[in-house]
C-alpha cells in the first residue's frame, strides 16, 4: 500500500536538522507533498506579514522591543529564514529616545508575502499608490487571510509612514489608555472617509484596550517585516 506523506507545518520540511528534500527522500511524493513544498519555499521567501495573533493587552505590546519579538515568535514556526523581524509601528519621543518613523525600521525592500507575492519593491513603492497590498495579498504568517473583522493594525503613522502627530501610539505601545492609529489590511471600510483605503493610517482608534479596537474592527493585530539586521533607530 503507497504510504501517505503528511506535513504538519513548514516548520517540519524546513527545520530539524534536515533540508527538506532529504526528509522527504524516504517517502513517495504525492500532489499533497509537492503543493505543501511549494508553499514552504514561498514561506521562507516571506519577508512581510500581518500577525495572526495579537501581540499582547490590546495597544500594550510591550513597546518596539515586544512587537518586533512578537514578530520573531510568529515567522520561525511558520517556516521563514528571515532571522530579524520588525514591527511596523512609529513612536514619539520620549526622555533620551528620539522619535520613530515605521518606514525607517523596516529595511529597504522588496518584500513577499506567504504566497510569494511581491507586495513592495522598496520603501517609496511601500508607501506610493502602486503597493499590492489589500484584501488578497495581506496575509498572516500562515498565508491566511485577515478578516474584515479585524481589518484595523496597529501602526501609529502618517500615510507616508512617519510619526503620526498627536496621542496616536497608545503611550508608545506600552499603555492600553489613549488612542492609536490605525491602517486598514484590506484597503477598506466604513470609517476613515477618505483616508479607508489606506493600509497604514485610516483612523484613530477609539482607545488602546483590546474591546476598543475591537469595537470599530481590531485586534491588536500588526505589520511585521524583515530586515537583514536591526534597523536604527531602535529603541525599546
Same mark, same amino acid.
Given at each position: 500500500?503507497?504510504?501517505?506523506a503528511?506535513?504538519s507545518?513548514?516548520?517540519?520540511?524546513?527545520?530539524?536538522?534536515?533540508?527538506?528534500?532529504?526528509?522527504?527522500?524516504?517517502?513517495?511524493?504525492?500532489?499533497?507533498?509537492?503543493?505543501?513544498?511549494?508553499?514552504?519555499?514561498?514561506? $521562507?521567501?516571506? #519577508?512581510?506579514?500581518?500577525?495572526?495573533?495579537?501581540?499582547?493587552? &490590546?495597544?500594550?505590546?510591550g513597546?518596539?522591543?515586544?512587537?518586533?519579538?512578537?514578530?520573531?515568535?510568529?515567522?520561525?514556526?511558520?517556516?521563514?529564514?528571515?532571522e /530579524?523581524?520588525h514591527?511596523?509601528? #512609529?513612536?514619539? $519621543?520620549?526622555?533620551?529616545?528620539?522619535?520613530?518613523?515605521?518606514?525607517?525600521?523596516?529595511? $529597504?525592500?522588496?518584500?513577499?508575502?506567504?504566497?510569494?507575492?511581491?507586495?513592495?519593491k522598496n520603501?517609496?513603492d511601500?508607501?506610493? $499608490?502602486?503597493?499590492?497590498?489589500?484584501?488578497?495579498?495581506?496575509?498572516?504568517?500562515?498565508g491566511?487571510?485577515?478578516?474584515?473583522?479585524? /481589518?484595523?493594525?496597529?501602526?501609529? #503613522?502618517?500615510?507616508?509612514?512617519?510619526?503620526?502627530?498627536?496621542?496616536?501610539?497608545?503611550?508608545?505601545?506600552? #499603555?492600553?489608555?489613549? /488612542?492609536?492609529?490605525?491602517?486598514?489590511?484590506n484597503?477598506?471600510g466604513?470609517?476613515?472617509?477618505?483616508?479607508?483605503?489606506?493600509?497604514?493610517?485610516?483612523?484613530?482608534?477609539?482607545?488602546?484596550?483590546?474591546?476598543?479596537?475591537?469595537?470599530?474592527?481590531?485586534? &491588536?493585530?500588526?505589520?511585521?517585516?524583515?530586515?537583514?539586521?536591526?534597523?536604527?533607530?531602535?529603541?525599546?
Amino acid at each position: 500500500m503507497r504510504p501517505k506523506a503528511t506535513i504538519s507545518s513548514c516548520y517540519d520540511l524546513t527545520l530539524g536538522g534536515q533540508p527538506g528534500i532529504a526528509r522527504a527522500a524516504s517517502i513517495v511524493l504525492t500532489v499533497f507533498t509537492v503543493l505543501a513544498a511549494a508553499q514552504c519555499r514561498n514561506v $521562507a521567501k516571506m #519577508s512581510f506579514f500581518v500577525t495572526s495573533v495579537a501581540a499582547g493587552d &490590546g495597544g500594550n505590546l510591550g513597546g518596539l522591543t515586544g512587537a518586533d519579538a512578537h514578530c520573531q515568535r510568529l515567522a520561525l514556526p511558520a517556516g521563514s529564514r528571515k532571522e /530579524h523581524w520588525h514591527a511596523y509601528l #512609529s513612536a514619539a $519621543a520620549e526622555g533620551a529616545h528620539a522619535a520613530v518613523n515605521a518606514r525607517d525600521r523596516i529595511g $529597504a525592500g522588496p518584500w513577499f508575502n506567504a504566497k510569494g507575492v511581491e507586495i513592495a519593491k522598496n520603501v517609496e513603492d511601500l508607501h506610493g $499608490a502602486g503597493n499590492q497590498l489589500g484584501e488578497g495579498t495581506s496575509l498572516d504568517e500562515k498565508g491566511g487571510f485577515v478578516f474584515a473583522g479585524m /481589518h484595523d493594525i496597529l501602526t501609529g #503613522s502618517n500615510a507616508d509612514g512617519t510619526l503620526a502627530a498627536g496621542d496616536t501610539t497608545c503611550g508608545n505601545w506600552t #499603555s492600553t489608555h489613549g /488612542h492609536a492609529m490605525v491602517g486598514h489590511s484590506n484597503k477598506a471600510g466604513s470609517i476613515g472617509g477618505d483616508r479607508a483605503r489606506s493600509w497604514n493610517s485610516a483612523h484613530l482608534s477609539v482607545g488602546c484596550t483590546m474591546g476598543a479596537l475591537r469595537t470599530q474592527g481590531g485586534g &491588536g493585530l500588526l505589520y511585521c517585516f524583515a530586515v537583514d539586521r536591526p534597523q536604527l533607530p531602535y529603541r525599546p
